[in-house]
C-alpha cells in the first residue's frame, strides 16, 4: 500500500493497478467541478499501456462532447490512427502521450474534489507530489527536465489555463488571442507573434473557456456564444464561440499588468516627453475634464489611469467601467462595473445606469472607463454640472474625430437635441483630449494634447498644445520624433494659477519652446 500525497487518497498499487479510495468517502463531483475540474481528456482507462510508450502512436483519443461539460454522459472515441497527437506547448510527442497517460492514472487514482479545500499553491503541491508518484510507479523513463515539464503540464491542466499558463505567467505579454485551437498569438513590446502554443483540440480550448466564464458566474454556450470575463489576477477576457466564430472559440486576453505604468515610464518608453507629462500632470490637478482618445489597445486606459495619480487624495471618485482596469491610488474611491444581462436576458446593468446612479454618489470625479454609447450625455451632463475633472476614453483616430464621436453617440442615443445645442454642450463639458496611439512600429505615443476652446458657429473650435511629429525612422524600423509644443498659451492658464500649479505649466512650456 502506498499513500500518495499528503490528505487526499490512498492508492492500492497491487497489480500496477493504481485504484481509488477516498479518504473520508464523501467525494463530490460538484466542487470538483466548481474548484478544481480536471480537463477532460478522458478515458479512465490509461490508454496507452505503459510498456507501448515507445511504440508509433495507434491511440485513440477521447474527445469530449459538449454534451458531456454540461453533464451528459456521452463521450466519442476518435480515432486517430495515423493522425498525429497535436502538439500542445513546448511538449514534444512522446511528453504528451506520458502525459495522457500519467493524467489519466492521476483522475482515476485521486478525488479531486477532496483537493477543494486546500490552496491554490498546496494542491499544486499534492499534484506534482502524486504525479511524480505516479511516473516513478509506472516506470516512465524520463529525465529530471522532462519530467518536471510533464507535471507541470498536468498542473496547469488540471488547475489553470491549460496550454495557456505558460504565456500567463510572462509579465511581457501584454495580450494573448486564440484563434481556434491551433493558432495562439501573444503581443510583446507592441508587436504580435505566432507561439508554438497548441490545444489539443477544439474540446480543450473550450473546456478552458468554460473555465474562465464559470469563475465569474457566465458560460458560454451555442444559445449565448459571446461572453466578458475577467481572470483571478484582473486580466481582462472575451470569449466568442461557435458558430459565431467560425474557426473555433476565440479567446482574448488582456492581460492585467501588475505594475501599471506611470507617467514617468512612459518617458522612459519616450511615449510622451518630460514637459508635455508635465503639463498633463498640472491637466490632471487643475480639474480639468479630460477626454483620452485612441484606438484599440493604444494605450488608453494606461494613460487613464496615469491621468488619475494627479487626483487629490481628499477627492471622492468614482469609476465606472466594463470590467474593472483602472487601479487608483486615490483613498477615496467607489469601482462600479456595468453586469451583462443572464441566459434569460433580465439583470442588465448598462454603463449609462452605472453614471445615471453615480451622479446620486456625491462623487467629486467620475470616470468613465470606455464611452461608447448613451452614457456620453450623462457623462457631460456631469461634467457641466460640478462634476470637474472627470475623465473617460474613447475609441478615436484624433482629438477632432473624438469629439465626433461623442456627438454621434449622443444623437444614437435617441436625444432629440439640435446639433448645435449638442456642440455646445460638449464644447463647455470636455476641456481636453489627450491622443493616444499605437504606431506602426509598435510603439505607443501620445500624439497630441489638444485643447477645446469653444465654438465658432456651428463648430467646436481646438487647439493643439503638443503636437507628436515623425521625423523618420532608424535602421531597426523604429520611428524617430519629436514631442512638439505648438507655442499656444492654453486657455486653461488661469485654471492652473487658480490650484498653485500656474509656474508648474509655465516651466513645462517654456521648455518644451527652447
Ligand atoms: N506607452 C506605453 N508603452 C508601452 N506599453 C504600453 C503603453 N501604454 C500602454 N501600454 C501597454 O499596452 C497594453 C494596452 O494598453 P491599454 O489597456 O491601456 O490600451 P487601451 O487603449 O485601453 O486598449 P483597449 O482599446 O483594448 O481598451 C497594456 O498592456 C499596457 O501595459
Ligand atoms: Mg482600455
Known amino acids: 500500500m502506498t499513500t500518495f500525497g499528503r490528505r487526499v487518497k490512498t492508492l492500492e498499487t497491487k497489480d500496477s493497478t493504481l485504484r481509488a479510495e477516498p479518504v473520508d468517502g464523501t467525494p463530490t463531483a460538484d466542487s470538483l467541478v466548481a474548484s478544481v475540474t480536471p480537463p477532460e481528456y478522458s478515458d479512465p482507462q490509461p490508454t496507452v499501456p505503459p510498456e507501448k510508450f515507445n511504440e508509433p502512436k495507434s491511440a485513440t483519443v477521447p474527445v469530449l462532447d459538449m454534451a458531456k461539460l454540461e453533464g451528459g454522459e456521452q463521450e466519442t472515441q476518435k480515432s486517430v490512427d495515423s493522425e498525429p497527437l497535436p502538439r500542445q506547448g513546448p511538449l514534444d510527442e512522446k511528453l504528451q502521450e506520458i502525459k495522457v497517460s ?48 510533464v507535471i507541470e503540464d498536468i498542473c496547469n491542466d488540471v488547475l489553470g489555463l491549460g496550454p495557456l499558463e505558460p504565456l500567463l505567467a510572462r509579465d511581457d505579454i501584454t495580450d ?16 504580435l507573434e505566432l507561439t508554438d502554443v497548441k490545444f489539443r483540440d477544439a474540446a480543450q480550448l473550450m473546456n478552458v473557456c468554460q473555465r474562465i466564464v464559470t469563475a465569474v458566474g457566465r458560460r458560454v454556450d451555442e444559445a449565448s456564444p459571446i461572453c466578458d470575463a475577467r481572470l483571478l489576477d484582473g486580466s481582462r477576457v472575451n470569449v466568442i464561440a461557435n458558430p459565431l466564430s467560425v474557426d473555433g ?60 495619480n494627479f487626483i487629490e487624495d481628499g477627492e471622492r471618485v468614482v469609476t465606472c467601467e466594463d470590467a474593472a482596469e483602472l487601479q487608483l491610488k486615490n483613498p477615496h474611491v467607489v469601482r462600479l462595473e456595468t453586469r451583462p444581462a443572464n441566459l434569460e436576458g433580465a439583470g442588465e446593468v448598462t454603463m449609462r445606469d452605472l453614471v445615471r446612479n453615480c451622479l446620486r454618489m456625491r462623487p467629486e470625479r467620475i470616470i468613465v472607463g470606455e464611452v461608447r454609447g448613451s452614457e456620453a450625455f450623462d457623462l457631460l451632463q456631469a461634467m457641466n454640472t460640478g462634476h470637474d475633472g472627470s475623465m473617460g476614453t474613447v475609441h478615436a483616430n484624433n482629438p477632432r474625430e473624438g469629439i465626433s464621436r461623442i456627438e454621434n453617440m449622443i444623437a444614437m442615443g435617441g436625444f432629440n437635441l439640435p446639433a448645435k445645442a449638442m456642440r455646445e454642450q460638449i464644447a463647455s463639458a470636455i476641456n481636453v483630449v489627450v491622443q493616444a496611439a499605437r504606431l506602426r512600429d509598435g510603439s505607443r505615443k501620445i500624439t497630441h494634447v489638444t485643447e477645446v476652446i469653444g465654438m465658432e458657429g456651428d463648430v467646436v473650435t481646438m487647439q493643439d498644445l503638443f503636437v507628436f511629429e515623425v521625423e523618420g525612422e532608424d535602421a531597426d524600423g523604429n520611428i524617430i520624433g519629436q514631442h512638439k509644443a505648438t507655442g499656444l498659451r492654453p486657455t486653461f492658464w488661469d485654471k492652473a494659477r487658480y490650484f498653485g500649479l500656474e509656474e508648474k505649466l509655465a516651466n513645462a512650456l517654456e521648455a518644451s519652446n527652447v
Request: contains cysteine.
Open 102 to 149: 500519467v493524467f489519466n492514472y492521476l483522475i482515476e487514482a485521486v478525488d479531486l474534489s477532496q483537493l477543494a479545500s486546500l490552496e491554490h499553491s498546496e494542491v499544486r503541491e499534492e499534484i506534482s507530489d502524486i504525479a511524480s508518484e505516479i511516473i516513478g510507479m509506472r516506470g516512465f523513463v524520463l529525465s529530471a527536465q522532462e519530467q518536471q515539464h
Open 176 to 191: 494573448i488571442m486564440v484563434n481556434g485551437p491551433d493558432k495562439v498569438y501573444i503581443e510583446t513590446k507592441g508587436k
Open 249 to 308: 472559440a476565440t479567446l482574448t486576453i488582456r492581460k492585467f499588468q501588475k505594475e501599471k505604468l506611470t507617467l514617468d515610464n512612459l518617458i522612459d518608453f519616450k511615449s510622451v516627453s518630460p514637459e508635455c507629462a508635465q503639463v498633463l500632470e498640472v491637466i490632471g490637478g487643475c480639474r480639468l475634464n479630460i477626454l483620452v482618445s485612441g484606438g484599440t489597445g493604444s494605450g488608453k486606459t494606461t494613460l487613464l489611469n496615469c491621468l488619475t
